[in-house]
């Protein structure tokens, strides 16, 4: 029997972690599917605080991960494959074998979309980004591609356009999802450029391991081409990592789970923490913000029911 159960290991889960254990709760951290959350694919993190010369995102991760083992967190690897969250204390299926939680902190992020290209994935802190917001400082006066057609791709394009020396915003159709002030706003927006109906087929290069441009094709001539860039960034949205609460966590349609204020979910005794539940800012620094709250949440509803 557990007295907090984190799943997940970025930086939300493991700043529950540190709180949780200074609390002397030994809680126990689920790695989950992504180790290290979405800071693990990053390159150098250059916001976070205390870092002035900034610090790589998997070194940050494990620097959190040992601060949390040292006041007694216990990790281990592997995703929940089924809960049952109906009755207390909660019950967790870790690969295959079953535990049991007073509280628990729900850390588990949510999953970038990719196109899922070989030479992309390779490439992911490389050049190939899902982050416009951490990552677009470093193509100050370079050419930067945006896929995308959504409103989180007009806002990744305008806000890329402060950097980049021009913005090519790539959509496989000619329609858009994007509200009409935010397609607007793009459009006025003279360092940003439109390629419609188009698809990327290749990021280049896998050998130098940097971004260097990419091979697109227009998808109703079927015309293929080569267009350099330094910077690419996906914006085509991120899959919350909720699959698995499915009809016990009330989330929205697209699996965030909503608040009830806090950290707290519909479920007493169970917490959120970070991109599970953020799909507004989804930040290193705003993650671990919420790590915080879900342990502090977790201790105080352990003392008042005298744990």
């Given at each position: 029997m557990r007295d907090v159960v984190i799943i997940g290991s970025g930086c939300a889960g493991n700043t529950a972690a540190i709180y949780a254990a200074r609390a002397n709760l030994k809680p126990l951290v689920i790695g989950g599917h992504e180790a290290?959350?979405?800071?693990?694919?990053?390159?150098?993190?250059?916001?976070?605080?205390?870092?002035?010369?900034?610090?790589?995102g998997p070194d940050l991760v494990e620097n959190m991960r040992v601060q949390a083992r040292h006041f007694g967190a216990e990790f281990v690897p592997g995703s929940v494959i089924d809960t049952d969250l109906s009755r207390r204390p909660f019950r967790l299926n870790v690969e295959g074998e079953w535990l049991e939680t007073r509280t628990l902190i729900v850390a588990s992020g949510a999953s970038a979309r990719w196109l899922g290209i070989e030479s992309e994935q390779k490439l992911i802190g490389h050049g190939v980004s899902s982050c416009a917001t951490c990552d677009g400082f470093f193509y100050r006066g370079r050419k930067i591609m945006v896929i995308g057609g959504g409103d989180s791709a007009m806002e990744e394009a305008n806000f890329l356009s402060r950097f980049?020396?021009?913005?090519?915003?790539?959509?496989?159709?000619?329609?858009?999802?994007?509200?009409?002030?935010?397609?607007?706003?793009?459009r006025n927006n003279p360092k940003i450029k439109f390629l419609l109906n188009t698809v990327v087929e290749e990021v280049h290069n896998v050998a130098d391991k940097l971004v260097t441009g990419v091979r697109l094709r227009n998808v109703k001539t079927g015309e293929t081409w080569n267009q350099d860039v330094d910077g690419f960034f996906l914006a085509i949205g991120h899959i919350p990592n909720t699959k698995v609460f499915k009809g016990q966590i009330e989330t929205d349609a697209e699996g965030y789970i909503i608040s009830k204020g806090g950290a707290r979910t519909n479920i007493p005794g169970v917490f959120h923490a970070g991109d599970v539940q953020d799909r507004v800012y989804r930040q290193a620094i705003t993650a671990s913000a919420a790590g915080c709250m879900a342990a502090i949440e977790a201790e105080r509803f352990l003392e008042a029911e005298g744990h």
């Open positions: 290290g959350g979405q800071l693990s694919l990053t390159t150098l993190v250059e916001n976070f605080p205390g870092f002035p010369e900034g610090i790589n980049g020396s021009e913005v090519t915003l790539v959509h496989r159709r000619e329609e858009f999802r994007a509200s009409k002030i935010m397609l607007d706003r793009a």
